[in-house]
């Protein structure tokens, strides 16, 4: 008996924390060719965006198509995060880059934000996802 509303409690429970979650669409545009894969990583600590992907949240990989095309990340609970996209051309799960650090293939992040002599910052990209917000964009550069 005990078991019983012991499991239909944790059934309870995890039907009310997935009803806290939202699915949203990122749109991205300027993809250059049906190359490769296009990685897409949503981050909740400025600590680990945009390169420290194995601390993101969610993570997202798919075909390459030119033009743009719509990725879905589902299961996110509601607050604050920053997105950060790449078209991995040559499909080797990396951002390559130059001799100082420049990448070689098309990169985003959420807001538009861009890099200052390194990366972007976490506090330009961040955005608030909720039940309200489900639709963003990024453009590769």
Do not use: W
């Not at 490769?36 to 390169?51: C, E, M, N, S, T």
């Not at 969610?58 to 509601?78: D, M, S």
């Not at 790449?86 to 293939?105: W, Y």
């Amino acid at each position: 008996m005990k078991n019983s509303i012991l499991f239909a409690i944790c059934f309870l429970m995890t039907l009310f924390l997935k009803s806290q979650t939202v699915n949203i669409t990122v749109s991205i545009s300027n993809v250059s060719s049906d190359k490769g894969v296009i990685r897409l990583y949503l981050f909740d600590k400025a600590d680990a965006f945009p390169d420290k992907v194995n601390m993101a949240v969610k993570a997202a990989n798919v075909k390459a198509v030119k033009g743009t095309q719509q990725i879905q990340i589902e299961g996110i609970a509601p607050g604050n995060y920053a997105i950060a996209a790449l078209h991995d051309e040559n499909n080797d799960g990396k951002l390559n880059t130059n001799l100082v650090g420049i990448p070689k293939e098309p990169t985003g992040a959420s807001n538009g934000a861009l890099g200052k002599m390194g990366p972007p910052k976490f506090k330009d990209a961040v955005l608030p996802i909720s039940a309200a917000t489900k639709n963003f964009a990024i453009k590769l550069l």
